[in-house]
């Protein structure tokens, strides 16, 4: 599955629009009944309707921008999008999250270190009371520009948890997603974020690291993985890191695409659907988790 080159949004692609998404997704086998729909699955157990708990997380998504063109990316996020969220929005963030006392917030993108108010969104969620802000980088963003060199520092400065997508531990099967040397640069942001004290046992800079397929095929065991990925980039790289989540692709946006034009559309949703499991229900973001769009 390699790199994408250009954003469904840029190639005016019908599937750039969530409707014709939705309409693709409720059709086939989900609409004459050969496969279950998620809403059947709980009905089977007992849990429909499916109800929020308490709210734990505030994710932000500020902006589709990114320096990477992913195929499998589910928010078509890339150089040619130029939509983040702008400061006035930002500050509202801000206020909800200072009025509320939501613990954690969670900033995703794009590459959101591209959104131009990033830092100083940081620093006002810190002063407004967040206990824990996350950002979700690609890690090449630090290489791609200046600008971004000292992204290690600010993070380490701010107390952010850094949560990194690393495809695998080798370079083919990380560029064969995300483009040619992506992996190398993955690799020296890696150790700039080890340089200033993430991953490390004896502090709390945590750095973990996000793995999901690179083709039409569900993740491994995370535990399993996880070991693999400690083991394999501390003897090639010297790299050290806290935790690996799995993530299993969802069939949206730029991977839906390439499941519809790779012909595994209909395996995919069967496996996803033979897969499911009940002890992950209490546990889905929709339960604990407000995501706010750029």
Not at 45 to 59: A, E, N
Not at 77 to 98: F, H, N, S
Not at 182 to 209: C, H, K, W
Request: charge should be negative.
């Amino acid at each position: 599955m390699a790199a994408a080159t250009r954003t469904l949004h840029r190639r005016d692609h019908a599937l750039s629009h969530t409707e014709e998404q939705l309409r693709v997704l409720g059709g086939g086998a989900f609409a004459d009944g050969t496969l279950p729909t998620f809403a059947d699955k709980l009905r089977e157990l007992g849990r429909w309707p499916l109800l929020p708990g308490s709210i734990r997380i505030f994710q932000v998504n500020v902006g589709y921008q990114c320096n990477q063109t992913c195929r499998h990316c589910h928010v078509d996020a890339g150089p040619d999008r130029k939509e983040v969220m702008d400061r006035e929005t930002l500050e509202q963030c801000v206020e909800a999250v200072r009025e509320s006392g939501i613990p954690t917030v969670d900033i995703t993108g794009g590459a959101p270190e591209m959104n131009p108010h990033f830092r100083w969104f940081v620093g006002a969620l810190k002063e407004a009371g967040a206990r824990e802000v996350i950002v979700r980088s690609n890690l090449t963003i630090f290489s791609a520009n200046p600008k971004y060199h000292d992204l290690p520092e600010f993070f380490r400065d701010h107390g952010v948890r850094v949560v990194s997508s690393l495809p695998f531990y080798t370079a083919d099967r990380t560029d064969r997603q995300r483009g040619e040397g992506v992996f190398e640069r993955s690799i020296a942001a890696l150790r700039r974020l080890n340089e200033v004290g993430y991953g490390m046992p004896d502090n709390d800079l945590v750095l973990d690291l996000v793995y999901n397929p690179v083709g039409a095929f569900l993740p491994g065991g995370q535990k399993d993985l996880e070991a693999q990925y400690k083991r394999s980039l501390e003897r090639d790289h010297g790299i050290v890191f806290n935790s690996l989540f799995t993530i299993t692709n969802m069939p949206i946006s730029r991977f839906l695409e390439f499941l519809l034009a790779s012909g595994n559309y209909d395996d995919y949703l069967a496996r996803l659907v033979n897969a499911f499991n009940p002890a992950t229900v209490d546990g889905v973001m929709c339960r604990d988790t407000i995501s706010v769009g750029w």
